[in-house]
């Protein structure tokens, strides 16, 4: 925690800054006057004002901040009988707690009172009426989580105890007659020297006491009087000399009495004046009223001298002396002694703060570390030496050393004994295996020794001891049956001759095996490898193997191997001769299988690679045969595939399969046959695969791709094109060209080309005529289908024409248009020969010709449309090379007759209206055709200009024009708008001013407004209202009918009032109504509230018992209970052994209840608690337990009759048993179960394997064969597995039954308590 102190010095008036405010800090002072005889105190008017901020953390999260002063308190100074109120703004985050408190420790006084002022948001404290004992100095104390901000002011309370004297003065002189007579009898100069010590306001008072008249003559007498020329300096107390001892604080100090309070004065060491200010701290200056103080800290020989206050013309001096004492040891070191790890102390004090002090161990100094911790009292005097952790190590001389002078003390080490924090178990292995025991103990400096049965274990082969850290362990290696018997382990420590053991017993059982993985059968091919194996459960067990029943001794070519529990017989290379059935033996276990010889499928490997360097060739039409022979046992599966797709059998395919060989056939084949084909043969030892080409020979594909043209004039024409994408399997060998004009059908050969090109030129043909060309491809196998061009003319290209220009439409009606346009400017190279007229409606995408043939006329009107549709319009130009693009589409035109403008505006009227807006509304124009729109103008009053209340026409038939001058007069008009134009105005019949329309008063009971409130006294009670009315309403408020006036701040404005009581008091409580009052009615509204506070407790508990097992409790009733009728009491109980109260009863109006359910031999607590709606009071506790008797249990099997002709006896069993059990912690918890048995059985109560049957925690009862178990006040503790014993001489039976505890946050347990509710189950 880091403090931050800002201090200052009257006499330097030194400020500093911290948290953006300036810290002035001045001194209490007492002013001493001696009148007469007596002498009187009183406070002068020197006032505190000190302030300091206490940091919790030096991290402070971004938005949070520590307290800070916004608005500061300030010393108040006031008479007796006023108040005084400081108070304070505060800000932080998060919110501060803002306590006040006085220096000195004294509480405040209780009739003060602590509030904050919700409107100015400041702490006030009140203190009312002022006392004398009331001076002091307050701290503000402003609190959260990252600092405390404390300002302190001073309170002088003034006066109070002159008045105090006066009355002594007057009992003095007052004789025992009646005080009016003697106060009568006195004279004018008594009467001056009385007013001279009573306080301003008593004067008029006191004079009328007296039977003074003159009060103004008086007062003009006792001025003159008091002009009395003062002593500029008088010594009450010169400066006194001071003996004093080093490191100490001494003070010089003198009284006097100052007529100029101004004067310079100087404080001086020998000649020279003290520099206060720049001492550090070894001087200072104090002053409490007439008294003046010389502070001089941690004295030394240096600061002996002569010491002189020099006050104007005057001078006192004083003189210190220092003692020096000689060093030596206040007491002597005592000898230490701790157990192992424990913390020892040594202390020492000496007479004097020295320097070089050291602590020493067996000789060698010892510095501050981990291990030491040297600490120094505040004073220097007292030496502290702590040894943490102290070990044997520790143990010696320890002196302390200043100079010359030596102090030593033994410490002694005790050993902490040793522990076994986890003991030996038993253990039990089987034979040849690894037995271990294993120990932990509490220290790892121990020495330890291993026995057996009493013998001393040496480290070997057989046994194997390690010892790491705290735990150690014994190893049995390859245990045999002779290994079983007792072992214990020793563990010893220097220094303590204890020996600490710990034994178990090792017991060593015969070895049996079983087959844990046995044999499967194995098929291998002919000279590869194989095994079989079987895995055991113990790797220590041997075993045999046989072949076809016969011990294997000496079998060529096979390996037996045995890898701990394993055991393999391994084939490295299969033969006939292994083929068999084998089985191995162990002792316990035995398992079989059989070895055969399996080859995978094989193809010749030459014959893969002539499959793979030639192709299968077929014919188109031809029948293609393909075999493969291979070799497998047993035969295989054979799968066919075509370019990697599995042929199936079909029409045109077939596939057979031989004991050497795989066939398949495709007859017709076709060009699409061709391809890879791959040939798959698999049976369960393997796989084999062949590969190979199918190419089926046809003519070829036509040539690819559309001719490119590369010149077409009259003289010649070049083309262009690309080779076949198929061939046929065959390679091309040329191109053969024909040509044919349009409109003949016969082709003619122009000629051939090698396929090396695809290129060919000719030029026989005619200029303009129109021609088609085509290309075939050759190969060996014949001739492709052709490759044919468009049309293409020889000679000059001619293109189609541009586009002409943006249609106009003109003489719209509804059923036709006029369209006209230009010719394009760029013909194409030949002339225009018409054009080609689309229409659309607006908004579709297909455009649709008006006319088959083209027009010859640049102009065209178009019939047939729709009224009231949207069209556009788009010429094409034609010529000979055909269509151009078409134009740009002309503006879209609504086929219609022409429009009218709109007739004059109906109904125009104003709708509503208020401070600032007005509302207009009117209907259709009766004339002309329908408006798109309306146009609203206004002017004010005051001018004649119209201005437009919106910038484009207004949609709708209403609107309201904002912005308006409050109360000013505005005139209105309004015109209708459509395409043809505007119609005439028509004006509002006289002017509106901008004001809401009257209104009676109403509430609005959306907001706050609630019609009950129950307030905690002390609190502040806020009534807000929000209502509407106009003109705005005039706000009364009312309790109980009457106008409220005293303690209450009424806001109010146009709409919203508030009605606000800082702090309620109970009577407070009633009625309240909000009135609302203007020229056009009135409203109310009624406020129930229902001021209170915490109940007051209940007194005068008493308990007693009326019924047996029950008790009655009786109380005197709250006085908070009587008279609410909300309120009521609250009964809880307690069980002695446990901190925990539960309700025993809620919702008790009487002042007398009886508990039942209490357990027997129990005992109880009892508390009544008084609640309303605010809390609970005070509980009211029983003094006493009180303890319920056990019932007395009768034994009625004395009472039974033996029957002596049959023999009823028998063993013990339960007829109905123990049940599971869920509670929840902190409930009681009861377990039930039935037995028969003769004679009576005895019961015996277990928790797991502990007999609980004596524990007081549990209480049980056995009656008539049923035992009842009770668990109260179930803990987590309580949860395990709970048994009822019941025996007898003929035998015994046992139930057993598990509970279990759980918290309310347990949700796993909550869950499973649900599911079993599910499942019907029972939940105590």
Same mark, same amino acid.
């Given at each position: 925690?880091?403090?931050?102190?800002?201090?200052?010095?009257?006499?330097?008036?030194?400020?500093?800054?911290?948290?953006?405010?300036?810290?002035?800090?001045?001194?209490?002072?007492?002013?001493?006057?001696?009148?007469?005889?007596?002498?009187?105190?009183?406070?002068?008017?020197?006032?505190?004002?000190? /302030?300091?901020?206490?940091?919790?953390?030096?991290?402070?999260?971004?938005?949070?901040?520590?307290?800070?002063?916004?608005?500061?308190?300030?010393?108040?100074?006031?008479?007796?009988?006023?108040?005084?109120?400081?108070?304070?703004?505060?800000?932080?985050?998060?919110? =501060?707690?803002?306590?006040?408190?006085?220096?000195?420790?004294?509480?405040?006084?209780?009739?003060?009172?602590?509030?904050?002022?919700?409107?100015?948001?400041?702490?006030?404290?009140?203190?009312?009426?002022?006392?004398?004992?009331?001076?002091?100095?307050?701290?503000?104390?402003?609190?959260?989580?990252?600092?405390?901000?404390?300002?302190?002011?001073?309170?002088?309370?003034?006066?109070?105890?002159?008045?105090?004297?006066?009355?002594?003065?007057?009992?003095?002189?007052?004789?025992?007659?009646?005080?009016?007579?003697?106060?009568?009898?006195?004279?004018?100069?008594?009467?001056?020297?009385?007013?001279?010590?009573?306080?301003?306001?008593?004067?008029?008072?006191? %004079?009328?006491?007296?039977?003074?008249?003159?009060?103004?003559?008086?007062? #003009?007498?006792?001025?003159?009087? #008091?002009?009395?020329?003062?002593?500029?300096?008088?010594?009450?107390?010169?400066?006194?000399?001071?003996?004093?001892?080093?490191?100490?604080?001494?003070?010089?100090?003198?009284?006097?009495?100052?007529?100029?309070?101004?004067?310079?004065?100087?404080?001086?060491?020998?000649?020279?004046?003290?520099?206060?200010?720049?001492?550090?701290?070894?001087?200072?200056?104090?002053?409490?009223?007439?008294?003046?103080?010389?502070?001089?800290?941690?004295?030394?020989?240096?600061?002996?001298?002569?010491?002189?206050?020099?006050?104007?013309?005057?001078?006192?001096?004083?003189?210190?002396?220092?003692?020096?004492?000689?060093?030596?040891?206040?007491?002597?070191?005592?000898?230490?002694?701790?157990?192992?790890?424990?913390?020892?102390? /040594?202390?020492?004090?000496?007479?004097?703060?020295?320097?070089?002090?050291?602590?020493?161990?067996?000789?060698?100094?010892?510095? +501050?570390?981990?291990?030491?911790?040297?600490?120094?009292?505040?004073?220097?005097?007292?030496?502290?030496?702590?040894?943490?952790?102290?070990?044997?190590?520790?143990?010696?001389?320890?002196?302390?050393?200043?100079?010359?002078?030596?102090?030593?003390?033994?410490?002694?080490?005790?050993?902490?004994?040793?522990?076994?924090?986890?003991?030996?178990?038993?253990?039990?292995?089987?034979? +040849?295996?690894?037995?271990?025991?294993? %120990?932990?103990?509490?220290?790892?400096?121990?020495?330890?020794?291993?026995?057996?049965?009493?013998?001393?274990?040496?480290?070997?082969?057989?046994?194997?001891?390690?010892?790491?850290?705290?735990?150690?362990?014994?190893?049995?290696?390859?245990?045999?049956?002779?290994?079983?018997?007792?072992?214990?382990?020793?563990?010893?420590?220097?220094?303590?001759?204890?020996?600490?053991?710990?034994?178990?017993?090792?017991?060593?059982?015969? +070895?049996?095996?079983?087959?844990?993985?046995?044999?499967?059968?194995?098929?291998?091919?002919?000279?590869?490898?194989?095994?079989? %194996?079987?895995?055991?459960?113990?790797?220590?067990?041997?075993?045999?193997?046989?072949?076809?029943?016969?011990?294997?001794?000496?079998?060529?070519?096979?390996?037996?191997?045995?890898?701990?529990?394993?055991?393999?017989?391994?084939?490295?290379?299969?033969?006939?001769?292994?083929?068999?059935?084998?089985?191995?033996?162990?002792?316990?276990?035995?398992?079989?299988?059989?070895?055969?010889?399996?080859?995978?499928?094989?193809?010749?490997?030459?014959?893969?690679?002539?499959?793979?360097?030639?192709?299968?060739?077929?014919?188109?039409?031809?029948?293609?045969?393909?075999?493969?022979? /291979?070799?497998?046992?047993?035969?295989?599966?054979?799968?066919?595939?075509?370019?990697?797709?599995?042929?199936?059998?079909? $029409?045109?395919?077939?596939? $057979?399969?031989?004991?050497?060989?795989?066939?398949?056939?495709?007859?017709?084949?076709? +060009?699409?046959?061709?391809?890879?084909?791959?040939?798959?043969?698999?049976?369960?030892?393997?796989?084999?695969?062949?590969?190979?080409?199918?190419?089926?020979?046809?003519?070829?594909?036509?040539?690819?791709?559309?001719?490119?043209?590369? $010149?077409?004039?009259?003289?010649?024409?070049?083309?262009?094109?690309?080779?076949?994408?198929?061939?046929?399997?065959?390679?091309?060998?040329?191109?053969?060209?024909?040509?044919?004009?349009?409109?003949?059908?016969?082709?003619?050969?122009?000629?051939?080309?090698?396929?090396?090109?695809?290129?060919?030129?000719?030029?026989?043909?005619?200029?303009?005529?129109?021609?088609?060309?085509?290309?075939?491809?050759?190969?060996?196998?014949?001739?492709?289908?052709?490759?044919?061009?468009?049309?293409?003319?020889?000679?000059?290209?001619?293109?189609?024409?541009?586009?002409?220009?943006?249609?106009?439409?003109?003489?719209?009606?509804?059923?036709?248009?006029?369209?006209?346009?230009?010719?394009?400017?760029?013909?194409?190279?030949?002339?225009?020969?018409?054009?080609?007229?689309?229409?659309?409606?607006?908004?579709?995408?297909?455009?649709?010709?008006?006319?088959?043939?083209?027009?010859?006329?640049?102009? %065209?009107?178009?019939?047939?449309?729709?009224?009231?549709?949207?069209?556009?319009?788009?010429?094409?130009?034609?010529?000979?090379?055909?269509?151009?693009?078409?134009?740009?589409?002309?503006?879209?035109?609504?086929?219609?007759?022409?429009?009218?403008?709109?007739?004059?505006?109906?109904?125009?009227?104003?709708?509503?209206?208020?401070?600032?807006?007005?509302?207009?509304?009117?209907?259709?124009?009766?004339?002309?055709?329908?408006?798109?729109?309306?146009?609203?103008?206004?002017?004010?009053?005051?001018?004649?200009?119209?201005?437009?209340?919106?910038?484009?026409?207004?949609?709708?038939?209403?609107?309201?024009?904002?912005?308006?001058?409050?109360?000013?007069?505005?005139?209105?008009?309004?015109?209708?708008?459509?395409?043809?134009?505007?119609?005439?105005?028509?004006?509002?019949?006289?002017?509106?001013?901008?004001?809401?329309?009257?209104?009676?008063?109403?509430?609005?009971?959306?907001?706050?407004?609630?019609?009950?409130?129950?307030?905690?006294?002390?609190?502040?009670?806020?009534?807000?209202?929000?209502?509407?009315?106009?003109?705005?309403?005039?706000?009364?408020?009312?309790?109980?009918?009457?106008?409220?006036?005293?303690?209450?701040?009424?806001?109010?404005?146009?709409?919203?009032?508030?009605?606000?009581?800082?702090?309620?008091?109970?009577?407070?409580?009633?009625?309240?109504?909000?009135?609302?009052?203007?020229?056009?009615?009135?409203?109310?509204?009624?406020?129930?509230?229902?001021?209170?506070?915490?109940?007051?407790?209940?007194?005068?508990?008493?308990?007693?018992?009326?019924?047996?097992?029950?008790?009655?409790?009786?109380?005197?009733?709250? =006085?908070?209970?009587?008279?609410?009728?909300?309120?009521?009491?609250?009964?809880?109980?307690?069980?002695?052994?446990?901190?925990?109260?539960?309700?025993?009863?809620?919702?008790?109006?009487?002042?007398?209840?009886?508990?039942?359910?209490?357990?027997?031999?129990?005992?109880?607590?009892?508390?009544?608690?008084?609640?309303?709606?605010?809390?609970?009071?005070?509980?009211?506790?029983?003094?006493?337990?009180?303890?319920?008797?056990?019932?007395?249990?009768?034994?009625?099997?004395?009472?039974?009759?033996?029957?002596?002709?049959?023999?009823?006896?028998?063993?013990?069993?339960?007829?109905?048993?123990?049940?599971?059990?869920?509670?929840?912690?902190?409930?009681?918890?009861?377990?039930?179960?039935?037995?028969?048995?003769?004679?009576?059985?005895?019961?015996?109560?277990?928790?797991?394997?502990?007999?609980?049957?004596?524990?007081?925690?549990?209480?049980?009862?056995?009656?008539?064969?049923?035992?009842?178990?009770?668990?109260?006040?179930?803990?987590?503790?309580?949860?395990?597995?709970?048994?009822?014993?019941?025996?007898?001489?003929?035998?015994?039976?046992?139930?057993?039954?598990?509970?279990?505890?759980?918290?309310?946050?347990?949700?796993?347990?909550?869950?499973?308590?649900?599911?079993?509710?599910? #499942?019907?189950?029972?939940?105590?």
């Amino acid at each position: 925690m880091t403090t931050i102190h800002h201090k200052q010095l009257l006499q330097e008036h030194v400020s500093m800054e911290f948290s953006s405010s300036t810290t002035h800090v001045q001194t209490f002072s007492q002013t001493t006057k001696i009148v007469g005889e007596e002498v009187v105190t009183s406070k002068s008017s020197s006032t505190v004002e000190f /302030f300091s901020l206490v940091t919790r953390s030096s991290d402070i999260p971004p938005g949070e901040s520590v307290p800070e002063f916004v608005e500061k308190p300030h010393p108040v100074t006031a008479s007796e009988g006023d108040k005084a109120m400081p108070r304070a703004r505060v800000q932080g985050n998060p919110k =501060p707690n803002i306590p006040w408190k006085r220096e000195s420790g004294i509480p405040i006084k209780e009739a003060a009172k602590r509030y904050d002022d919700s409107i100015n948001k400041e702490h006030v404290l009140n203190l009312e009426p002022l006392t004398s004992d009331d001076s002091d100095n307050y701290k503000c104390i402003a609190s959260n989580d990252h600092a405390d901000a404390i300002y302190t002011v001073s309170l002088l309370v003034t006066e109070g105890q002159e008045k105090m004297d006066f009355k002594k003065m007057l009992k003095k002189r007052a004789p025992p007659a009646p005080k009016k007579k003697q106060k009568k009898g006195i004279g004018e100069k008594e009467m001056l020297e009385i007013l001279s010590k009573v306080p301003k306001k008593d004067f008029e008072k006191v %004079c009328m006491e007296y039977g003074f008249t003159d009060f103004r003559g008086l007062l #003009k007498k006792l001025k003159e009087m #008091k002009k009395v020329e003062v002593e500029t300096i008088r010594i009450l107390k010169p400066l006194e000399d001071i003996q004093t001892k080093i490191d100490t604080t001494v003070v010089f100090d003198c009284i006097m009495e100052l007529k100029d309070p101004n004067v310079k004065m100087i404080w001086m060491k020998g000649n020279e004046p003290l520099r206060i200010q720049y001492s550090l701290g070894k001087y200072d200056v104090k002053q409490m009223g007439t008294k003046h103080m010389l502070v001089i800290t941690n004295v030394n020989m240096n600061d002996a001298d002569t010491y002189s206050l020099v006050v104007g013309d005057k001078r006192m001096t004083a003189e210190l002396t220092v003692l020096d004492e000689p060093l030596k040891f206040l007491g002597e070191m005592k000898p230490g002694k701790v157990t192992e790890r424990q913390t020892a102390v /040594f202390e020492i004090r000496l007479s004097k703060k020295v320097p070089n002090f050291v602590w020493k161990f067996n000789g060698k100094e010892l510095k +501050r570390d981990e291990k030491y911790e040297i600490t120094v009292s505040e004073d220097g005097l007292t030496h502290t030496l702590k040894i943490k952790d102290a070990r044997l190590s520790d143990a010696g001389e320890f002196s302390a050393e200043v100079g010359d002078l030596v102090q030593k003390a033994q410490l002694t080490i005790d050993r902490i004994p040793i522990k076994f924090v986890r003991t030996l178990k038993n253990v039990r292995v089987k034979e +040849r295996s690894r037995a271990c025991l294993e %120990c932990e103990l509490t220290s790892k400096d121990v020495t330890l020794h291993w026995k057996k049965d009493g013998q001393l274990l040496e480290r070997s082969t057989k046994y194997s001891m390690s010892h790491e850290g705290k735990r150690a362990e014994l190893v049995i290696e390859d245990a045999l049956l002779s290994d079983s018997g007792e072992y214990t382990v020793v563990a010893m420590q220097d220094g303590d001759p204890t020996e600490y053991y710990s034994t178990a017993i090792v017991t060593v059982e015969e +070895r049996l095996a079983t087959v844990k993985s046995g044999m499967s059968d194995v098929h291998a091919a002919t000279g590869s490898p194989a095994e079989l %194996c079987v895995v055991l459960n113990d790797e220590k067990v041997e075993g045999v193997w046989l072949k076809d029943g016969k011990e294997i001794t000496d079998l060529p070519g096979v390996q037996i191997v045995k890898q701990g529990a394993v055991h393999k017989i391994i084939f490295p290379n299969m033969g006939p001769e292994h083929e068999g059935k084998y089985t191995f033996r162990a002792k316990g276990a035995e398992s079989e299988a059989s070895v055969f010889i399996a080859d995978p499928p094989t193809i010749d490997p030459s014959m893969l690679e002539a499959l793979a360097a030639h192709p299968v060739t077929v014919k188109v039409g031809h029948t293609a045969n393909i075999k493969v022979p /291979f070799r497998a046992k047993p035969l295989p599966k054979v799968t066919w595939y075509k370019d990697g797709v599995e042929v199936t059998e079909e $029409e045109r395919v077939s596939m $057979e399969r031989g004991e050497d060989q795989a066939l398949l056939t495709i007859s017709n084949c076709v +060009r699409e046959d061709s391809g890879l084909v791959l040939l798959k043969l698999k049976n369960d030892h393997g796989t084999a695969t062949a590969s190979l080409h199918l190419s089926v020979l046809d003519r070829p594909k036509p040539p690819q791709g559309r001719v490119e043209f590369l $010149e077409l004039s009259g003289s010649c024409v070049h083309m262009k094109w690309k080779a076949p994408k198929d061939n046929g399997g065959r390679p091309v060998t040329q191109f053969i060209v024909e040509r044919r004009m349009v409109g003949k059908k016969s082709w003619i050969k122009i000629g051939e080309v090698d396929s090396k090109f695809t290129k060919f030129s000719t030029n026989k043909i005619e200029e303009g005529k129109a021609y088609q060309f085509r290309i075939l491809a050759v190969n060996s196998e014949g001739v492709s289908d052709p490759l044919e061009t468009d049309e293409v003319f020889a000679g000059n290209p001619i293109e189609p024409p541009g586009l002409a220009s943006q249609p106009q439409v003109t003489d719209v009606t509804k059923e036709a248009m006029t369209i006209t346009w230009n010719a394009p400017t760029q013909d194409g190279g030949a002339p225009v020969l018409g054009y080609i007229v689309e229409r659309r409606k607006k908004g579709s995408s297909l455009w649709v010709p008006v006319n088959k043939d083209p027009i010859q006329d640049t102009k %065209c009107t178009v019939d047939g449309l729709l009224e009231d549709t949207e069209y556009e319009f788009r010429v094409i130009a034609v010529n000979k090379a055909g269509p151009g693009q078409p134009s740009m589409a002309s503006n879209s035109v609504v086929a219609k007759d022409p429009v009218k403008p709109p007739g004059l505006v109906q109904g125009l009227h104003v709708s509503d209206s208020s401070n600032s807006s007005i509302s207009l509304a009117w209907r259709e124009p009766a004339e002309g055709d329908p408006p798109s729109g309306y146009i609203l103008e206004m002017r004010a009053e005051d001018t004649k200009e119209w201005s437009k209340c919106t910038k484009i026409p207004i949609s709708g038939t209403c609107y309201t024009v904002g912005g308006l001058t409050e109360r000013q007069k505005y005139f209105f008009r309004i015109r209708a708008v459509n395409e043809a134009g505007v119609g005439e105005p028509v004006e509002l019949d006289e002017g509106v001013r901008a004001m809401p329309p009257p209104a009676a008063p109403k509430f609005d009971l959306s907001a706050r407004l609630k019609s009950h409130m129950v307030v905690r006294a002390g609190t502040a009670l806020c009534i807000h209202a929000a209502f509407s009315g106009s003109p705005p309403p005039n706000v009364i408020w009312q309790k109980d009918g009457i106008p409220t006036k005293g303690r209450e701040t009424i806001t109010k404005s146009k709409n919203h009032s508030q009605f606000l009581i800082n702090s309620t008091k109970r009577s407070d409580s009633g009625v309240y109504r909000i009135l609302l009052q203007n020229e056009f009615g009135e409203a109310s509204y009624d406020i129930h509230v229902r001021v209170t506070d915490f109940p007051r407790p209940p007194t005068n508990l008493q308990l007693f018992e009326e019924v047996p097992n029950t008790v009655t409790l009786t109380w005197n009733h709250s =006085p908070d209970v009587q008279e609410d009728s909300e309120a009521h009491y609250v009964i809880l109980k307690r069980d002695a052994s446990t901190a925990t109260w539960f309700t025993a009863a809620d919702h008790v109006f009487s002042n007398k209840y009886t508990v039942t359910g209490l357990l027997p031999g129990r005992k109880y607590y009892f508390r009544v608690v008084a609640r309303n709606e605010i809390g609970d009071s005070d509980p009211l506790d029983s003094k006493d337990t009180w303890h319920v008797n056990k019932d007395k249990i009768e034994d009625l099997s004395a009472k039974l009759k033996p029957y002596q002709q049959k023999d009823w006896r028998h063993a013990p069993r339960f007829v109905t048993p123990l049940k599971p059990h869920t509670v929840l912690r902190g409930q009681d918890c009861t377990m039930t179960c039935a037995f028969l048995g003769n004679p009576r059985p005895t019961v015996t109560l277990y928790k797991g394997d502990v007999n609980i049957t004596a524990n007081s925690k549990f209480w049980y009862n056995s009656t008539s064969g049923v035992c009842t178990i009770v668990i109260p006040t179930c803990t987590l503790k309580d949860s395990g597995e709970y048994s009822v014993l019941v025996e007898n001489e003929l035998g015994k039976d046992r139930s057993s039954c598990a509970l279990t505890v759980y918290d309310k946050d347990d949700k796993s347990i909550l869950a499973s308590v649900t599911e079993s509710l599910q #499942k019907s189950k029972y939940l105590m």
